[in-house]
């Protein structure tokens, strides 16, 4: 098996077939190297930092022979100071102290002011104490469900002795609010409370012990600023006062409330539907609580007759055509669906007893037997049809048809399907298909004034202020989405490169989100001289003249663009599946070795892509562009445009850059701008690994990045090798240089805010390690932001001729960090894309960690910019690039796993996430279990060193 070099694992660092040591003496780490792209000249303008006037900064003075350079000089007038020694030795484990985050250094101004309206709504709370209790119920095993209707029952019973008619309120887990405290002081009380059961009553033995007195006049204080800290506890009492009533009225799911469907009906297929429903959590704001209240839809399994459920998942028009049993395939397929459901049975009367599945047989039930006991005291073998006709006096209708093992596996317990009913409020947690995905966004896209209106007639609907128990601990809600001021910040310019002739460099303004390259050229083109063209498409549905008529106009279109693509592909072949791809690689490197570029013709979702990836990014290092073909028989501008967008940086160019005199003064110095991302396997999926990108700029405009990526512990949220990772990326950036970054801006994705704290502790040590594993003293100033898109706020204009396009979205730009933001820490929402469907969610930013003082326009403007230099297309997107391109490159990487991963040639969902949809999945399945151990899981990964000096993930 080739084993690419693990870059970064061992004691070398590989660029240009060149071994640069990484670990030494200190100080002899920046070793000076030839640069690191050979096929094309760098343009000067990456391997200097501009001022923001657009004068160089003055080459950086050579230390002693083996030294790399000092820091630079002070620059020129305007220019931030060095950066003073702001990172101290790191000291041992037992000392270190906690980190907190800064303080918001002031409120932005920059931008034409805008009013809006948020999802968020004004809670005025009381003043005072709640009392905090701990419950314990035996059985622990039970659902949230379960537990409130034992706490339920038992305030009803014993509420003259205990309760004293107050309404306490319970997370469906182990606390309790009370208003006022109750008569048992601190000691532990112990009640019994019974349940009636099916057949038998149910008993619990419940405890309830004081906690602690949870003060609203610290939260008080917190919200008008007067202390840092937010009480977390008063804000947890709140939430569960808030979340008592929905939680026993719906069907709660997360942070959200369902119901089933009354008045619409949204079937997905394969036995799923949507529900709709609302989230609502509490969070605190300057000098107010507020609750935030969004609609919300999820995929339910419909509740139907299992047999039903069957002939949906299997695409089965009625169950008369499934005259034989069950293919292996069918019951595969079957199995995977229903495993894990809940069922209830329909054959004894009114005892609808629920069972869970653990399992399909694989014989039906006129064949498959269990162990009976007689009355006699003997046990004989019984098939499940015949059991029914004697017990039960029934006759299978589909005795030829499998049946359901539920319970326990070891136990036994067989229904055949037509006796099992899918149990109502199951929601689906398994990866949808793309048309479920499809079929799902169109049913719950809804404009933004659509979407405001929804809200508003929610909260009226919900009538939160007749809550018994909000009204209980004295707590109301405003009924009017909260009015806060935004400022629409302006676009930078987009600078490309001259037209043939001109002098001038062309310049574009986005307006809107959006610019146009035509009549323009790529900043830095590359010229394609030696290319190639693979067919995985059968030529009955991509002929030789789509092939030739597809190849014309992607080089008119590119030779527009400033990317020529000269003469015809030196190789033109059709082939057929996976197993065709590394062969036929191989043979195009070894006869060209200056192939530049292999275009890959996909004939739809196919296990082909991964094996392209993996091929070209790790084991050969060749670049790949494939293109569905549905788009070479009809290529259109679009389309075109946009391959060349993804080839140039593919291969080395620069598509555009930010115009150097507006960007902001953080430029004025080395600066390096990291994405980093952890994506996780499907939900359901429980031994896939986890995967860390980072990405880091590699030039001064920032257009190109370099990746490093690695695999971690299933569902680990924090980087465990951020160290290695930070000091591959800061050697790369040197080489790339000549310069040592003086500033560091971290935007990390994928954090909730319940991560931000180990995040923070955890990933700002290692980057502040990896800085001084390269060099002593090396300490550049750190600004780690967390990037959140997963979250519930939505703004609205208030004005209605403020609203964009058809859909009614703010504008691109819209940024507010007043009344909807943290009361005293570093955050703010930016709404950096143009909204086409449905309802624009503003991204969320919380600063967690700022070495760099930056103010609030600067980081604002910064992060803006930011969101322009994503290579893809001609538009402003919703996080910044470096962000965005980490989500690439951990992406990509599942698919480099492919063949490692267990059941991989079955195409599992993990590998239909974002972009894979289009290509499909699968690829080998793997020879041995020592393929998927974590050192090969590493390797798999590592791409190859010639695709790490390009943008392979565009």
């Known amino acids: 098996m080739f084993q690419p070099p693990s870059s970064g694992l061992g004691v070398h660092l590989h660029f240009n077939d060149e071994a640069v040591t990484t670990v030494g003496p200190p100080g002899r780490v920046f070793e000076p190297v030839k640069p690191i792209i050979r096929a094309f000249e760098f343009d000067r303008d990456a391997l200097t930092f501009m001022t923001t006037n657009g004068e160089k900064c003055p080459p950086v003075p050579p230390g002693p022979p083996g030294v790399p350079p000092g820091p630079p000089g002070p620059g020129p007038p305007g220019a931030r100071p060095p950066i003073p020694n702001l990172v101290p030795m790191m000291p041992p484990a037992h000392e270190q102290a906690e980190f907190t985050c800064p303080s918001r250094p002031n409120h932005g101004t920059e931008g034409r ?16 104490h709640i009392h905090h209790y701990d419950v314990s119920i035996v059985p622990d095993k039970c659902p949230r469900r379960v537990n409130r209707e034992i706490i339920e029952t038992m305030v009803q019973v014993d509420t003259k002795k205990l309760f004293i008619g107050q309404k306490p309120v319970f997370d469906g ?12 002081g601190r000691d532990k009380i112990e009640l019994e409370v019974t349940l009636p059961g099916e057949g038998k009553d149910r008993v619990f033995n419940t405890s309830l012990k004081w906690v602690a007195q949870v003060s609203l006049y610290a939260l008080e204080e917190a919200l008008e600023g007067r202390t840092r800290s937010i009480p977390l506890d008063a804000i947890q009492a709140l939430d569960v006062v808030m979340r008592h009533m929905p939680s026993m009225m719906y069907t709660p799911v997360g942070r ?10 949204h079937p997905l297929g394969g036995g799923r539907e949507v529900w709709f429903g609302f989230h ?3 969070r605190p704001s300057q000098w107010k609580m507020m609750l935030n209240i969004d609609v919300s839809a999820t995929a339910f399994y419909k509740a139907q007759p299992v047999i039903e459920f069957m002939c949906e998942v299997l695409d089965v028009k009625e169950i008369s055509e499934q005259k034989r049993p069950l293919t292996d395939s069918q019951r595969v397929k079957f199995t995977k669906e ?19 599945v653990c399992n399909v047989t694989r014989r039906p039930a006129q064949t498959q037997t269990f162990p009976l006991q007689l009355e006699s005291g003997q046990t004989v073998e019984c098939t499940v049809a015949k059991y029914f006709l004697d017990k039960h006096r029934k006759r299978l209708l589909y005795p030829h ?4 093992q539920v319970g326990q596996e070891h136990k036994h317990t067989y229904l055949p399907l037509e006796v099992c009913n899918v149990v109502r409020g199951q929601r689906c947690i398994k990866k949808l298909t793309d048309m479920q995905t499809s079929t799902m966004i169109k049913a719950t896209a809804r404009s933004a004034p659509d979407r405001e209106k929804e809200i508003n007639s929610l909260v009226r609907k919900v009538n939160f202020n007749e809550d018994p128990y909000m009204q209980e601990f004295g707590i109301s809600i405003n009924s009017t989405m909260t009015e806060v001021k935004g400022r629409v910040l302006p676009p930078p310019k987009i600078q490309y490169g001259g037209r043939s002739g001109f002098q001038t460099k062309q310049q574009a303004i986005p307006n809107q989100g959006v610019w146009d390259m035509r009549g323009k050229e790529f900043h830095t083109g590359v010229e394609i001289r030696t290319w190639a063209i693979a067919c995985f498409a059968p030529q009955r549905t991509c002929r030789e003249e789509a092939l030739r008529n597809f190849t014309a106009q992607l080089q008119k279109i590119s030779s527009d663009a400033g990317m020529p693509i000269l003469g015809q592909p030196v190789f033109c072949k059709y082939a057929t599946g996976p197993e065709q791809v590394e062969p036929m690689f191989r043979y195009l490197k070894n006869q060209w070795q200056e192939l530049q570029l292999v275009v890959v013709v996909l004939p739809g979702k196919t296990p082909v892509y991964a094996e392209v990836k993996r091929v070209g990014d790790t084991v050969l290092g060749m670049a790949t562009q494939c293109v569905q073909a549905k788009n070479v028989n009809k290529p259109s501008p679009q389309t075109l445009s946009n391959l060349c967008l993804k080839i140039n940086v593919k291969l080395g160019g620069v598509n555009n850059i930010l115009v150097p005199s507006i960007r902001p003064r953080v430029f004025n110095e080395p600066v390096i701008f990291l994405g980093a991302d952890v994506t996780h396997p499907p939900a359901g999926d429980n031994k896939k690994p986890s995967i860390a990108a980072l990405v880091g700029s590699m030039d001064a405009h920032p257009s190109r990045y370099a990746a490093t990526v690695r695999v971690q512990h299933h569902r680990q949220d924090i980087i465990q090798d951020l160290g290695n990772m930070v000091k591959e990326l800061l ?5 790339a240089t000549r310069f040592k970054p003086s500033r560091i801006v971290f935007y990390r994705d994928g954090v909730s805010e319940g991560q931000f704290m180990p995040v923070l502790q955890h990933e700002l040590r290692a980057v502040r390690h990896a800085c001084m594993m390269l060099e002593v003293g090396y300490q550049p100033g750190i600004t780690f932001i967390v990037v959140q898109k997963r979250h519930h706020t939505r703004l609205f204009c208030a004005d209605k001729r403020e609203q964009i396009g058809r859909s009614g979205n703010i504008p691109a730009g819209t940024t507010v960090d007043v009344g909807i933001t943290h009361p005293t820490e570093f955050d703010f929402f930016l709404c950096s894309h143009a909204g086409i469907q449905g309802t624009s969610r503003p991204s969320h930013y919380h600063v967690l960690w700022d070495d760099n003082h930056f103010t609030a326009d600067e980081l604002q403007q910064l992060t803006y910019q930011l969101c322009h230099t994503y290579v893809r297309c001609t538009r402003s997107v919703s996080i910044p690039a470096p962000a965005y391109y980490a989500h690439l490159v951990a992406f990509r990487a599942r698919y480099h796993l492919v063949e490692k991963e267990h059941d991989s040639s079955k195409c599992s969902p993990a590998y239909g996430e974002e972009g894979a949809s289009d290509y499909g999945e699968g690829s080998h399945l793997s020879g041995s279990s020592e393929d998927r151990t974590p050192a090969c899981l590493e390797r798999a990964v590592q791409v190859h060193q010639d695709a790490g000096r390009v943008m392979y993930f565009a």
């Open 338 to 356: 229903i495993k894990g459901l809940k069922i209830e049975i329909t054959h004894c009367g009114q005892m609808k007893r629920k069972y869970r």
């Open 173 to 184: 887990r182990k606390n309790m609010y009370t208003r006022d405290p109750l008569p048992i």
């Open 280 to 282: 609502q959590s509490v």
């Open 256 to 265: 959200s409330f369902f119901s089933q469907p009354e008045g619409y009906y």
């Open 401 to 404: 048809l499998p049946c359901l």
């Open 113 to 128: 002011a805008i009013m809006l309206r948020a999802n968020h709504f004004q809670i005025c709370m009381p003043r005072g």
């Open 731 to 735: 050697v790369q950036f040197y080489k």
